[in-house]
């Protein structure tokens, strides 16, 4: 399959609510949440005013012009903060887009974006049961610290 990965644009910013749903993650046999559960400020801190901090950025996976994946990371108090200095990542594909390769490449183009831009590490959550925990170790994340259901993982370079 052919895609192309590039900056989102300031316009599509908003798109981020579809994919911050999208990556919520159900183990299989459960319910989808409601799209609802988005307005929750525990994952608000992932898209209310992107764009406007330093750390903000956002990469989108484009297959015959259509946005099908985003990867996209800011400085948050979120399930995966380490520190004040380390961005946190946030990743979905629709799911006909997964396991194409589409999201290792897109972990591969943010992680070369947040070195070019000075930071150092960067980190995620994961729940445990999340077949993309490989896809994560195969680009350099390693498990820092985990609890009952999920990986905190940080990546160095």
Same mark, same amino acid.
């Given at each position: ?81 380490? !520190?004040? !200095? ?72």
């Amino acid at each position: 399959m052919e895609y192309s990965i590039r900056p989102f644009e300031e316009n599509e910013y908003p798109l981020l609510e579809d994919f911050l749903y999208e990556a919520i993650f159900v183990p299989e046999g459960v319910a989808q949440p409601p799209r609802e559960i988005i307005e929750k400020p525990e994952l608000q801190v992932y898209i209310k005013d992107f764009g406007r901090n330093y750390s903000d950025i956002a990469l989108a996976a484009e297959v015959g012009g259509k946005i099908v994946g985003a990867v996209w990371g800011r400085i948050m108090n979120d399930y995966g903060h380490i !520190d004040d !200095d380390t961005p946190s990542l946030a990743i979905s594909l629709y799911g006909e887009y997964r396991g194409k390769g589409i999201g290792t490449a897109l972990m591969r183009a943010i992680i070369a974006a947040y070195a070019q831009s000075d930071f150092k590490k960067l980190s995620l959550a994961v729940q445990k049961a999340n077949y993309a925990v490989k896809m994560y170790e195969k680009v350099g994340f390693k498990t820092v610290s985990e609890n009952d259901e999920e990986y905190i993982m940080l990546c160095e370079w």
